[in-house]
């Protein structure tokens, strides 16, 4: 039987689409996105089902019909033997201790994140880092007035010569921006502020975080100018906004303190071109930030010795030796009522399996005494050589000694009551010689360094805890003060 074909109604061919008209591009879509990784869904959900998070979906507007990015290499592949390996040598900040983080300095065409609570010091720092470039610079301020930006750099004597400033949260113009200045540095302060119109969902919002700091990365590449993006930080400390902005960024770059404490911490949480674990500090004094080569002498300068519950401890922080005064306080608990473990500056739980392991293997009676510990000057530590420092810190508090005054000590505490060597032990034997202490108790493997300070084996925990003269066993009363 013959079939009759309908002619098309509209006067196309049967499948073919229309190459003009409303049907011609798909429209715009919303779509919620997660706030953490980025993932798209096309309904809400409580949960990301792709990083698993809860309440992280937002909506946005997704145009599918948007052109591909253009190729950011139109080189093509290139072997790896034939690529120049000179491109990316650091140059030196003005800033010794921001070059300690970054391993030597800004790479050209770099990308950083600098994330950090309000008021920490993030424009102060980055303010001072651009007035003293010796190429030109750009502050892009998308938060404060180009005013407010002066009187700051006044204050802080940074009103660099070829420092460009603009005061401007939409992307187009930062760009042109970018052009007519030239600038070898530019920052942006901050991301979360800028947005561009092109890409349509509101600022602040995934899409225009996501998409701006693209834009950015690919004119930092391209024309191998280093870029610095201000991150806000959510009020568990993580970097606001999605995680893809980590992933874009060649460095994140962490601003901490305490803001009732003058001294402010750099640390680097990604770096691309180097070590991320060294520490950099800094001061914020009336005039800016101004850096901290010498911190052990800070923390310890309010030091009283003769007191029953510190502890000093030449800890680690990267490569750097920093030694700390570690503070323990123990009171007797409320009966029925479990016992307190309060840290401060300390892991929290390790500081509990730290007391597990003087009740078990000191025999000390801790089920019963609430205790808190704290490492002085608001610096937060996490290293296991802090362990040897923070048991002996609780048992001086709890038996009333104080330790003596020339005494420090280091050394992981395993939960057999064991003591393990830390590594770096001849930098802080030496940083602790320097500043003057005479005595070191180590875990007995410690490898023997010549340093010039008198250095105390001990294997266990009881060991050590015998070795400074502190009695342990049993509770007792209060004895005097050991030499
Ligand atoms: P700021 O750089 O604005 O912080 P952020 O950009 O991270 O929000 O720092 C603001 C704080 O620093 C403010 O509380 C005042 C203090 N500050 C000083 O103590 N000394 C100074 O010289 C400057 C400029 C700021
Ligand atoms: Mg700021």
């Not at 070590?275 to 911190?295: Q, R």
């Not at 002498?297 to 570690?326: C, H, K, N, W, Y």
């Not at 390790?350 to 025999?363: D, E, I, K, Y």
Request: hydrophobic fraction near 40%.
């Amino acid at each position: 039987m013959a079939t009759t074909q309908r002619p098309p109604t509209n006067g196309t061919l049967p499948g073919r689409v229309p190459r003009s008209g409303p049907t011609s591009r798909p429209t715009s879509r919303v779509v919620f996105a997660c706030s953490e990784c980025g993932a798209d869904h096309v309904k809400w959900a409580g949960r990301c089902s792709s990083c698993g998070d809860w309440n992280t979906l937002v909506e946005e507007l997704h145009d599918p019909g948007a052109a591909p990015a253009p190729s950011t290499n139109r080189a093509g592949p290139t072997l790896i033997g034939a690529v120049g390996a000179d491109a990316g040598d650091p140059i030196s900040t003005s800033l010794p201790e921001l070059d300690r983080v970054l391993g030597g300095g800004i790479v050209p065409g770099a990308v950083t994140l600098l994330g950090g609570e309000p008021g920490i010091g993030k424009s102060t720092l980055l303010l001072q880092l651009l007035a003293a470039w010796d190429g030109p610079t750009l502050y892009v301020s998308a938060e404060e007035s180009a005013q407010q930006v002066r009187l700051r750099a006044e204050r802080l004597g940074a009103v660099g010569e070829r420092l460009w400033l603009h005061a401007e949260t939409s992307l187009p113009h930062i760009v042109d921006a970018i052009s007519t200045t030239s600038p070898e540095l530019v920052v942006i302060d901050s991301i979360q502020t800028v947005s561009d119109p092109a890409l349509g969902s509101l600022p602040g919002s995934v899409a225009q975080v996501r998409g701006c700091a693209n834009r950015l990365v690919n004119i930092a590449k391209e024309r191998g100018i280093s870029v610095v993006l201000v991150g806000h930080v959510t009020k568990d400390g993580g970097l606001a906004g999605p995680r893809v902005l980590e992933h874009v960024v060649d460095t994140v770059l962490q601003f901490e303190g305490d803001k009732h404490h003058a001294l402010r911490l750099l640390r680097a949480a990604k770096h691309r071109f180097g070590p991320t674990n060294e520490l950099g500090l800094f001061e914020m004094a009336g005039a800016g930030l101004i850096g901290v080569p010498d911190p052990s002498t800070l923390f310890l300068a309010d030091r009283r010795t003769g007191v029953p519950g510190s502890a000093v401890v030449p800890t680690m922080e990267g490569q750097r030796p920093i030694v700390v005064e570690v503070q323990a306080l123990t009171t007797s608990g409320v009966p029925g009522v479990p016992s307190r473990r309060s840290a401060l500056g300390l892991d929290g739980a390790r500081l509990s399996m730290l007391m597990a392991v003087l009740a078990r293997r000191v025999g000390l009676p801790m089920g019963d005494q609430d205790v808190y510990a704290s490492t002085a000057g608001g610096v937060k530590l996490v290293e296991p050589g802090l362990d040897l420092g923070v048991c002996l810190a609780v048992v001086s508090a709890l038996r009333n000694q104080p330790l003596p005054a020339d005494l420090a000590v280091f050394g992981e505490v395993g939960l057999g009551g064991e003591l393990r060597q830390v590594g770096h032990a001849a930098r802080r034997l030496t940083e602790a010689a320097r500043l003057g202490f005479k005595r070191v108790v180590v875990p007995a493997n410690s490898p023997a360094v010549e340093s010039g300070i008198r250095v105390l084996r001990a294997s266990t925990l009881d060991e050590a805890v015998a070795s400074v003269g502190l009695r342990t066993g049993g509770a007792g009363p209060p004895s005097s003060k050991i030499s």
